[in-house]
């Protein structure tokens, strides 16, 4: 039987950790697995609830770190040191119900498929707005990069181990996991479920959290808004053009006397604007480069019962 690690990233997740090792513990009767904690710099007692259960359970395994890095890199500490063959990973919060996990593992030892994730086909207990925008961003995502993000895909999924090494090979410093995901590429199975609302705590996503993290999706998976400037810098040429042949032959015709404050005004602002937006593109790209040449590490551990690390 195929040696299985559950990984799982946590932050401020004290009331939760319990209940979800008792559903997993369910669930997983029979199995040969290992679950990995993840404590992302809580300021509660997370890591404290991790390790009471670490020192009764030999198969609980935890990584803390030594500040907030984020979901992302929680996920990349947890695969990096996950020894399974098939590597299964998972929110603390219970939105990701177990009891999908022995569907979703019969599926992948069939040999199929080399991925089997859940996707959310509903969005109960969360604000219309919240759908409106995320149903939005699918659309333009994948109208302007080159992949397919599938909407209400998750990041609860099992993958086996040659996915995750090749997860693992891109090692970048922004890592929008969605599209890592996605961007391996693979035979993917996808399972629908409905939402569930989080058994205790609170998300830790703010719908600005939200946007800045969409944006990211963007600037990481596709250089599409870079071309758009240039597009429009084009089109705004060539109409600048006509126009500028239309008030010579005016002027020589006609020999207007001044008059045009209104167009040139209009014309100030729109130009204005649209630089100033395009260069806002560009730095966000730029940042992001700036930030991968820091070759700054993905996460940093402050302790963990991995021996090897
Ligand atoms: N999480 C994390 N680091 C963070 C924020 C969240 O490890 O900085 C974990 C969190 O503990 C949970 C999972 O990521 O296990 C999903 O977070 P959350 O429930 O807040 O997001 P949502 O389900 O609302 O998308
Ligand atoms: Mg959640």
């Not at 040659?162 to 199975?189: H, M």
Request: proline residues 3%.
């Amino acid at each position: 039987m195929d040696f299985l690690s559950i990984v799982v990233p946590c932050f401020n997740e004290e009331e939760s950790i319990g209940i979800f090792f008792k559903e997993i513990e369910k669930v997983l009767a029979g199995y040969d697995y290992e679950i990995i904690f993840i404590n992302d710099g809580s300021s509660d007692n997370t890591l404290k609830n991790i390790k009471d259960i670490a020192n009764e359970n030999s198969s609980v395994k935890y990584i803390s770190f030594s500040r907030n890095f984020g979901k992302e890199s929680a996920i990349y500490a947890g695969l990096k040191n996950a020894s399974g063959d098939l590597i299964c990973v998972m929110d603390a919060d219970l939105q990701h119900p177990p009891n999908l996990l022995p569907e979703m593992l019969e599926t992948i030892s069939n040999g199929d498929y080399d991925v089997v994730a859940a996707r959310r086909i509903s969005r109960k207990g969360e604000p219309k707005f919240k759908s409106f925008f995320s149903h939005q961003y699918y659309k333009i995502f994948n109208r302007i990069s080159e992949m397919n993000l599938v909407e209400g895909a998750t990041d609860y999924r099992v993958m086996t181990r040659q996915v995750v090494n090749s997860v693992l090979e891109l090692n970048e410093f922004n890592r929008f996991s969605k599209g890592l995901f996605q961007w391996v590429g693979f035979d993917t199975k996808w399972i629908a479920y409905e939402n569930v609302e989080r058994v205790a705590g609170e998300t830790t996503w703010s719908f600005w959290g939200l946007l800045k993290y969409s944006i990211e999706g963007i600037v990481a998976f596709t250089t599409a808004p870079l071309s758009i400037s240039t597009l429009l810098g084009s089109i705004f040429s060539i109409v600048a053009f006509i126009y500028m042949i239309f008030i010579i032959t005016k002027n020589l015709l006609y020999s207007d006397p001044v008059q045009g404050f209104a167009t040139i005004m209009c014309a100030i602002l729109l130009l204005g604007g649209i630089q100033l937006l395009s260069i806002g593109v560009l730095g966000k790209y730029l940042e992001k480069t700036y930030l991968e040449t820091k070759n700054r590490p993905i996460f940093i551990v402050k302790e963990s019962n991995i021996d090897d690390m």
